[in-house]
């Protein structure tokens, strides 16, 4: 029988030392005017720096866009889309975390008046790509400048979701380590183990495939090798450039696979009680994956052999599983995520609305490879609360 699996990823990627000086040759064509989506803290940290220097020495008019909230619900993205709009620009240029490169991307697919936002939450394939793109993260990461996902909430759901069209993979991505030298640890650590989900996840799943593999092998290498000198060490910039390549490579991993239970049981932790996306994975991530153990023992082994330096290759799969869930578990401790929902205030009364929106997610649940019954799915959410 023929399996078919597939893989998209960016056009063009540039990564390593000094990365954004090729924005110089990025530009070269007949650009005209470009956007700046960003935040107010990439801004005022000074981030965008060197691509308006070089915008402004190429003589290329640009514009900036930098009231992106966090974790933005539709409506805000909306919003930020019409402001795209009336700027008439023919590049875009994303320089932030997830939240800005999301939007940037719905703005790229969104620069006429066919569709909005909320059209897209009911079909997603409706739009096509208008203007290119750049992806420049500054966290490492929500894999965002390698997917063709844009994550936004729903209000009146309390509820997550992702807008999932190819049309929005970048044309060009940009990872420099100097841009998250100076990321402040709670992001730091919390995005990073995003990024680890995402491969853990993505090598776990039920639609994981060769593409897949190799991609998120190579990001848990990374990932797991690099996330805590990366978190605590402001001048580890080997381990920093590590972190974005595995973020990147995580993300790519998740357009050939896909996220699973993990994600799925975050989303109504964002979507109620706003509380950040990597976090709510954090909190997760070891609950959802000692589930999962008696059905992933085989692929935690291969994640062990690849990525424990000095480990012991005549174990057997359930000590190397183990040893895997340990580390995990290691890992979100080390870098002091919180590993409960009792600080978020997440009362217990409200537990049969986790149940319920989690439940919703069946795009990400259908990749577990162990089934979550709404039973399952309480067990998880009370061992957290």
Known sequence: ?????????????????????????????????????????????????????????????????????????????????????????????????????????????????????????????????????????????????????????????????????????????????????????????????????????????????????????????????????ACTNPEALKAKNNMLLGSFYAGVAITSSGTTAVHALSYPLGGKYHIPHGVSNAILLTPVMRFNEPVIKEQLAVVYDRVVRGGNPQLAADEKSKAILAELERIVEVLEIPTSLKSFNVPEHDLEGLVEAGMQVTRLLVNNRREVTPEDARNIYLEVL
């Open 1 to 229: 029988m023929l399996i078919d699996y597939s893989l998209r990823m960016p056009k063009n990627i540039f990564a390593g030392e000094n990365a954004l000086e090729q924005l110089d040759s990025i530009l070269a064509g007949s650009i005209k005017k470009v956007v700046i989506f960003t935040d107010k803290g990439v801004l005022n940290a000074g981030l965008t720096e060197i691509p308006k220097q070089i915008l402004a020495h190429k003589g290329i008019e640009y514009t900036i866009i930098s009231e992106i909230p966090a974790e933005p619900n539709y409506h805000q993205a909306q919003e930020i889309v019409n402001q795209f709009k009336e700027e008439k620009a023919d590049f875009i240029i994303a320089v932030g975390g997830g939240s800005v490169m999301d939007v940037a991307k719905l703005a790229s697919i969104l620069a006429t008046d066919d569709y909005t936002v909320k059209d897209l939450l009911d079909s997603p394939l409706l739009a096509k790509k208008q203007v290119a793109t750049l992806m420049i993260p500054t966290t490492a990461g929500t894999g965002a400048e390698a997917t063709p996902n844009s994550i936004v909430a729903i209000p009146e759901k309390e509820l997550k979701v992702g807008i999932v069209n190819p049309e929005m993979i970048a044309d060009y991505v940009i990872l420099d380590g100097r841009l998250i030298k100076k990321l402040p640890k709670p992001i730091a650590a919390a995005t990073g183990v995003d990024a680890l989900c995402h491969a853990i996840e993505c090598y776990t799943s039920t639609k994981a495939n060769p593409f897949s593999n190799t991609f998120a092998l190579e990001a848990l290498d990374l990932i797991m090798n690099n996330i805590i000198e």
